[in-house]
């Protein structure tokens, strides 16, 4: 079994900052794509960064100029620094992985952690 956690989320003013985490656990051999989703209320989730088992990143339009995605392959983890941050960017935030481990190729998701963005 892989699981991954966040944390990070959390009340922050219009304009602030947040770095979010994700961190896999269990029987991992290798780990190739990484990402950050986000789910607004009454939205379909959407996709905001990806960073490859390289470190090569995309940020989609949502997250272009304000968010940062980067990996700790050691730790197994993927952070996501989000700068100036607008009220639209509230959500619950959701990680992934491709992960493989005893189990095969995995594709495996977190549960997820709201950024509430309000002044």
């Known amino acids: 079994q892989v699981q991954l956690v966040e944390s990070g989320g959390g009340l922050v003013q219009p304009g602030g900052s947040l770095r979010l985490s994700c961190a896999a656990s269990g029987s991992i051999f290798s780990i190739y794509n990484m990402g950050w989703y986000r789910q607004a209320p009454g939205k379909e989730r959407e996709l905001v960064a990806t960073?490859?088992?390289?470190?090569?990143?995309n940020n989609f339009d949502s997250a272009k100029g304000r968010f940062t995605i980067s990996r700790d392959n050691a730790k197994n983890t993927v952070y996501l620094q989000m700068n100036s941050l607008k009220p639209e960017d509230t959500a619950v935030y959701y990680c992934f992985m491709e992960v493989v481990s005893t189990g095969g190729y995995l594709g495996v998701w977190g549960r997820g952690t709201l950024v509430t963005v309000s002044s």
């Open positions: 960073i490859t088992s390289g470190g090569v990143t």
